[in-house]
């Protein structure tokens, strides 16, 4: 009986050992899966705090996306507008610069016209007594010259002798 009571009192020992063990290890797993669970909330509250951050910052950049589109449809709608003015100034300076161009040489072309009207004078023939002609007494230079009509001339001018050629 000695043995008897001793194997029971050894596992009624042994039994509160392990009950000692298991509530040790059911305290510490408690533990654990509290800490565990704290820690899971604070990530997910941070993953929500970022998602939430992000989504904002994502609907500000669409935004602001959007409106950089428009401003650059603006901005290459003015640029248009712009290159058909520099295209139209151009074609204007362009028509400008011909026309300053075309006058000194049309005024050239007269003037030397002019000038070798005026130096054939004493070598062609004076009209008939009978003839009208234009008399003018001073070369243009490039403008329109101013005639005169009368009636036997006696000098020769650059009109008559043009007059001559085209009666010939």
């Known amino acids: 009986m000695d043995i008897a009571s001793r194997a029971l009192s050894f596992w009624s020992y042994q039994s509160n050992q392990e009950t000692a063990y ?9 533990h654990k899966y509290t800490s565990a669970q704290n820690q899971m909330e604070t990530v997910r509250r941070d993953a929500h705090h970022e ?20 401003k650059n449809r603006d901005l290459g709608q003015l640029l248009n507008d712009r290159n058909k003015q520099c295209a139209k100034l151009k074609s204007l300076y362009d028509k400008l610069k011909q026309k300053a161009m075309l006058v000194p040489l049309q005024n050239a072309a007269e003037h030397r ?9 004493a070598s062609d023939i004076p009209p008939s007594g009978s003839e009208f002609t234009f008399a003018a007494t001073t070369p243009t230079h490039g403008r329109r010259p101013l005639a005169t009509l009368s009636h036997n001339t006696t000098s020769i001018t650059p009109v008559q002798i043009t007059k001559q050629r085209y009666m010939r």
């Open 22 to 30: 298991q509530q040790y290890l059911s305290r510490t797993l408690s």
């Open 51 to 70: 998602i939430s951050s992000l989504s904002e910052k994502y609907a500000q950049m669409h935004e602001s996306q959007s409106g950089l589109v428009q």
């Open 113 to 121: 016209a002019d000038h070798d009207l005026w130096q054939r004078q």
